[in-house]
């Protein structure tokens, strides 16, 4: 499996080289921030169009991620659409290809800022999922333990022989971990970013995702 070894809070985790978070003790994967159906609503609002493949790409990955683990449950971490709009304007093939992946599977939406309410869509809908050791939410709290959230889009870099390497990331320590963004077309936040050293200990770790994930100490 493409990823990296982790604990927190004494929960044996992976770091998939997706993006994603596998708890193989509890058979679940964890996707943050997927933002489906933002060409479409960059659109619709009238900015620069985008192709709109963003979410087929998006399903795609969580399709892989899916088939790999065969996880039984499934922590969607918020801001899972672009807007509520967007939600409701998928169309109806991908709607129907996020119902298969759906099935025989428990399904949680946590709510975001981008989609505070639920969707017409399965699954449950949840402010947040305690799961001990561990706390699934959308947005870090300050003085969490054992939280695992999204929101920010982190990314990190690191320099090679002959490049510098920008990637989404993990940021890990030993109170939380924040989760990249799945989705495409989605962006980030450096992780020198104020806001991002405000939340993370100075012993924090990013890891830096891709076909070899890497760890190495957080960019400040």
């Known amino acids: 499996m493409n990823g990296c070894k982790i604990s927190l809070a004494g929960a044996p985790l992976i770091a998939l080289g997706s993006g994603a978070l596998w708890w193989a003790e509890e058979s679940l994967l964890c996707v943050s921030d997927l933002h489906l159906g933002k060409s479409e609503r960059i659109a619709r609002r009238g900015g620069a169009a985008l192709p709109p493949y963003d979410t087929r790409d998006t399903l795609t990955r969580l399709a892989a991620d899916l088939a790999l683990t065969r996880a039984r449950t499934v922590i969607c971490l918020g801001d899972s659409f672009d ?3 967007a939600a409701r304007a998928l169309p109806e093939e991908e709607r129907l290809w996020i119902a298969r992946l759906q099935a025989g599977r428990r399904w949680v939406w946590i709510e975001g800022n981008h989609d505070p309410g639920p969707v017409d869509l399965g699954g449950s809908h949840l402010a947040e999922l305690p799961l001990a050791p561990l706390a699934f939410r959308h947005i870090a709290q300050p003085g969490a333990s054992g939280e695992v959230s999204g929101h920010y889009h982190p990314k990190a870099s690191v320099n090679t022989r002959s490049t510098r390497i920008t990637r989404p990331a993990f940021l890990l320590d030993s109170d939380r971990l924040i989760m990249p963004a799945y989705g495409t ?8 970013a104020e806001v991002l050293c405000s939340l993370m200990r100075p012993e924090a770790q990013a890891i ?6 890497v760890s190495i100490p957080m960019p400040r």
């Open 208 to 213: 830096l995702t891709g076909r070899t994930p």
């Open 185 to 192: 077309y989605t962006g980030g936040l450096r992780s020198h």
């Open 83 to 85: 807007d509520a709009d």
